[in-house]
């Protein structure tokens, strides 16, 4: 079977497409490079279909599509500040390169659309763990854009009778995530600056808390929906994540321990957009698609280091 994966470049794209290619089948790659890498494609650019072409091309979209069993739509333009910098870009590729996908999924018969959905959904709601039942309640441009797309998808799935299912990410990190520029993921960037002997940078107390998420999991979970019974791909949020809260300030004691080193970081205020604390109720994921996390967030930062020592000193 063949799979169409959208920013199969950036770092959830290209791990989710080494997944696919490792069960056996063929994978195509949608991606314009604005934030994707091709050095995250250059272990498996001789087994991959690639498309250099923007979402907002529905053309060039329309014609991705074809002959796919299903999509990973992961392509969307990332980041709380960018967004808040720039919502009218933000809005630009994240919804309306969302419906081009739907669209071109619709008109040829694509079986199923996996969408990556966002914790930031949620926003500040003091309810812990965050569940899919309740309301969201988005306080960036981003996290808007995101629930802006979960809503295309329910309806693309009632009015057209398409099976989509849209994965709500908890802070997902790995091999391939980009620790460098203004818009880097707080592990990378923590890694990046340790590993140089430099002070990360941290917004805020340090005290916020995440359900971080190892990439093998996300993969693991856009497998198990792809291949779910069709009654349970109606759109509908899922959350994915590990179920358990880990803050800043204690990455940075576990970096500094798995590193070897002991370097203090550098406090400066809370960004606008940014929420406080963030765990995951993950039990519709277990009866909905039969998720379980493969690998804790300890076990996960293990894995990681190798890469990151590798790549980013």
Not at 47 to 65: F, S
Not at 248 to 258: P, V
Request: net charge neutral; charged share 20%; aromatic share 10%.
């Amino acid at each position: 079977m063949k799979y169409l994966i959208t920013g199969g470049a950036g770092f959830i794209g290209s791990n989710l497409a080494r997944y696919v290619l490792d069960k056996g089948h063929d994978v195509v790659i949608f991606d314009n490079f604005a934030t994707g890498k091709r050095e995250n494609l250059v272990d498996i650019k001789d087994r991959i279909t690639l498309i250099e072409a923007d979402l907002r091309d529905a053309a060039a979209v329309e014609k991705a599509v074809v002959g796919c069993t299903a999509i990973f739509h992961e392509g969307a333009l990332g980041s709380v500040p960018r967004s808040v910098e720039d919502p009218f870009t933000s809005h630009n590729v994240n919804v309306n390169g969302t419906i081009n996908v739907l669209e071109a999924a619709r008109k040829n018969g694509v079986k199923r659309v996996m969408f990556a959905a966002s914790s930031s959904a949620y926003g500040e709601q003091p309810v812990s763990p965050k569940h899919e039942e309740m309301p969201t309640l988005p306080v960036s441009p981003y996290a808007a854009s995101k629930v802006a797309c979960e809503s295309y998808l329910q309806a693309y799935a009632s009015a057209f009778k398409m099976e989509t299912v849209s994965l709500r990410y908890f802070n997902v990190f790995g091999p391939y995530q980009d620790p460098f520029g203004a818009y880097a993921a707080v592990i990378p960037a923590f890694v990046s600056c340790l590993l140089k002997g430099e002070p990360p940078t941290v917004f805020g107390d340090g005290g916020q808390t995440r359900d971080f998420c190892y990439i093998e999991n996300v993969c693991h979970a856009n497998w198990l929906a792809a291949n779910a019974p069709s009654e349970v791909c109606d759109g509908r949020p899922i959350n994915i994540a590990c179920n358990a809260a880990v803050s800043l300030n204690q990455i940075l004691d576990k970096l500094n321990s798995l590193l070897n080193v002991n370097i203090k970081p550098i406090y400066k205020p809370t960004r606008a957009g940014d929420v406080r604390d963030s765990l995951a109720d993950i039990r519709r994921a277990k009866e909905k698609i039969g998720y379980e996390p493969q690998v804790m967030f300890d076990k996960g930062l293990e894995k990681a280091i190798g890469w990151y020592k590798e790549n980013l000193s």
